[in-house]
């Protein structure tokens, strides 16, 4: 959750802060670029205060012996499904943010171009299990 | 058999042509930039001098072989390449020839793999092989469990060179035992010009004169004839202007429309060979052949563009794993039937499928929820529009006309959400999913249910609202991944149930996902 609120942030201050030297620094700003900065800090700040707590109540998944399954978003709920004998590849990577909070990312593939599956946020011991897990006892060619 | 091959020798007479074929534009203004006899003359012969070598090279660096196991394939001077592909992942196998490798009766042979990544690298591409070679390396490659007898005809057997081969160019690729499913018929014609396919082609050619005039430094407004045309248009109303260039635009279409549909499907026939394939040939000048293995087949897909579907024309497109994604209009699929009257294509797609076609089958509506937001959307987009328009007449940056133009959007939108929800539906049917949705490029796609590998549930915070859900299917084929858009929430949880008994279930026993809202 915390590692949403600080992404979005981060993002947020990279568009925010040009605007916010260029007032400082150049004595003959147009107004409308004040309004416009104090509207992008409002949304900014209510995005990142909404976004990380609703996404968290959605984001879940599941594994059995057949499927796996995600959901995920917060405005936008996405639910995938995927057969565990149709996976092609398992991806655990970790970015630099990621480490940070000791978090993994999880993608899984299938044979189909339009279809990985995202697991965001698992600790690195869950997201080694479920990688083993979901790696062994598949056969066939998965089309 | 496991000996290295070369292409056909043949080829060292094309590729230095095709080479400077492909170069002549930058090579001629290089050579005619230069005043008198400059540099720039010099640089463009021996650059052709180098296509014309590059040409030569490409045969002596190339060889492949077929063994037990895989194809293999090496090329390069400088960079050599070393492509080995496993037999089992040989999923399509394209014939193509040229005009001038038509006269020489050699093709190109290029081997499909199972990749969906964009790239030319997965791709085996033998260029050029000797008709008689291409026609023996698709038995031998497509169908090895069925007819091993096909490895050892005499055109595959090494020990024989490619050159002997005395088969006739363009014999029939088929052998009495293929069964004809669908074959040019001329009067298919009539749909070409509601393709559109030409508007490109004049758009193309527009561009290429502007450059070339560009090019050659010349105005257009120096030269006389123009000047005194350009004189009368500007004393001509513009309305009437505009009519006559859209009506020279709309026959100009036609006329490329028509002529490149003749290039492209003449001679157009399908045949399915007993070894388990389909075999689309087509084409008037470079002729092309694609086999498909039927058990890579997924489905099909029946596309109407609002033009083609005004007169009742169709085409029809094969979904089916570790096809090229091609350009334009065969993007996603192969082509099985070019546009044709509609029974007719429905009547292919029976035939390819071995069933009553699952595409003619009564679809599920999406009730009015789904209507709602057909007629929302449109209405929305075209508001905007006129909006925007109506503010900057406010504003006195504009005349009156083009809000007037922006408000006719506000009819035509209600009219194409009305046709949007009526195309909208879909079903499960003797094991196909059937999906339609769209109104100016609409599309039925009959997925077989065991082609799918994936569910994929989409809700949008508005979608939620209304209660809907855009369900998607996907798969090893074609696009990938085949939308039902805007179902009821409960629609699609029953329909990805019917379509495939199980998968979504466990998931919704224990914890059911958020009802909507």
Known sequence: MTYWAVRAGAGWLVVLVPLVVIIVVAPDHPTWLVVATVVEAVVGALHVLVMPRWRFRVHRWEVTDQAL????????VERRVAPISRIQTVDTERGPLEQLFGLTKVTITTASAAGPLKIHGLDAVTAARLADELTTGTGGDGT | MNDWRRLDPRVLAIRPIEGLIRAAVPLLVVFFSGSGDGPGQWISVAAAALVVLAGIMH????????????????????????????????????????????????????????????????????DAVSAGEARALRSELLHRQNAPVAAASPAADPTRHPTQ??????????????????????????????????????????????HLLNEAHIDPGRVGEVRSFAGVLSRTSLPLLALAVLVILVLLASAFSTAGYLLAFWGFRLTRHPGGSLHVQRGLLTSRSVSLEERRLRGVEIREPLLLRLVTGARLVAIATGMREDRGSDKGGELLQPPAPLALTHRVAALVLGTTDPTTAALRMHG???????????????????????????????PNWPWWLAALLVPIAAVVARDRYRSLGHTVVAGYLVTRHGSIDRRTAALRTDGIIGWRLKQTFFQRRAGLATLTATTAGGHGAYHVPDVPLREALDCAEDAVPGLLAPFLAPAPPRSPR
């Open chain 2, 368 to 398: 009015p929820a789904a209507r709602r937001r057909r007629y929302l959307r449109a209405l929305a987009a075209a508001v905007v529009v006129l909006a925007v328009f109506v503010v900057l007449r406010v504003l006195g940056a504009l």
């Open chain 2, 165 to 210: 081969d005395a088969t006739a160019y363009p014999a029939p690729y088929s052998a009495p035992a293929e069964v004809m499913l669908s074959e040019f018929d001329p009067a298919w014609v009539r749909f070409a010009p509601f393709t559109l396919s030409g508007l490109a082609t004049v758009g193309a050619i527009t561009g290429y004169v502007f």
């Open chain 1, 69 to 76: 399954y995600t959901q995920s978003g917060w405005f936008t």
């Open chain 2, 59 to 126: 045969w002596f660096t190339t060889r492949y072989r077929i063994t037990d196991t895989q194809v293999e394939l090496r090329t390069g001077l400088l960079r050599r390449r070393h492509v080995a592909v496993p037999l089992d992942r040989v999923r399509s196998v394209d014939v193509t020839a040229s005009v001038m490798h038509r006269l020489l009766r050699v093709a190109v042979v290029k081997i499909g793999t199972g990749r969906q990544d964009k790239g030319k690298h997965d791709e085996l591409r033998l």
